[in-house]
């Protein structure tokens, strides 16, 4: 069975410009989280989503925005880049927030801003 | 607020145990997990404890509670050289599946 998967791996933009980083979760799962780490942290919770519904958002401005589709899959997008962007983007599905439902991560997108 | 940490770095000689260390600090943690990340890789899922226990084995990862500390560890039995990565330590509070990370312990496992 398939894992988490995300796309692009990695990723290059200039300051000002806009990203969208995708995400399928793993089949049967209906939660996917999104979180940001910086090199040589751990992650920071950017934003989950369940059934299609915004669940919980960490802190982060509103240049950050997310959406999840019919089939799971989801989306984050970030506008107005800035050089502190420059991170690991990781995704993590679950089958719901409820109860004890491990995430599990996909390998994330590496995004650099120039 | 949530705060979790860890100490950076571990080094230990292969078949040796290592025993890694995290301290939470909200009390209304209900599961606590550990998660692997090798070079250039996402989080791997190694195990987790929910809150009411103070000890799970898995092969050869024992977890142990301490929730009056907000002590938590890891022990991984006759270290490998592929166990080489660095480990974070997360906590979920009650308010959806949220996870806060701590700051990951790098270990180094010598042969």
């Known amino acids: 069975d398939a894992g988490v998967t995300q796309s692009p791996t990695h990723l290059i933009k200039t300051r000002g410009q806009h990203v969208t980083l995708r995400c399928s979760p793993i089949?049967?799962?209906?939660?996917v989280s999104w979180y940001q780490q910086v090199l040589g942290q751990g992650p920071q919770f950017i934003f989950q989503y369940y059934e299609k519904e915004e669940r919980g958002r960490g802190n982060f401005p509103d240049r950050f925005s997310a959406r999840q589709f019919p089939n799971y899959s989801s989306e984050l997008n970030v506008n107005a880049l800035l050089l502190g962007d420059s991170a690991l983007y990781l995704c993590?599905?679950?089958?719901?927030?409820?109860?004890?439902?491990?995430?599990?991560f996909g390998d994330g997108t590496r995004l650099s801003i120039l | 607020g949530e705060d979790v940490e860890q100490s950076l770095f571990l080094s230990v000689r292969e078949g040796d145990s290592s025993v890694i260390n995290c301290t939470y600090t909200?009390?209304?943690?209900?599961?606590l997990y550990w998660y692997k990340q090798e070079p250039g890789a996402g989080l791997q899922l190694l195990t987790y404890?929910?809150?009411?226990?103070d000890m799970k084995q898995d092969q050869r990862l024992t977890v142990l509670l301490n929730k009056k500390d907000k002590h938590l560890s890891l022990r991984i039995a006759d270290t490998q050289t592929g166990d080489s990565a660095i480990y974070f330590c997360a906590e979920r509070i009650n308010a959806g599946n949220m996870l806060t990370f701590g700051g990951g312990t790098r270990l180094m496992v010598k042969p």
């Open positions: 089949s049967g799962h209906k939660s």
């Open positions: 993590a599905s679950s089958p719901s927030p409820y109860g004890n439902q491990p995430q599990h």
């Open positions: 404890i929910f809150s009411n226990m």
């Open positions: 909200d009390s209304s943690s209900t599961y």
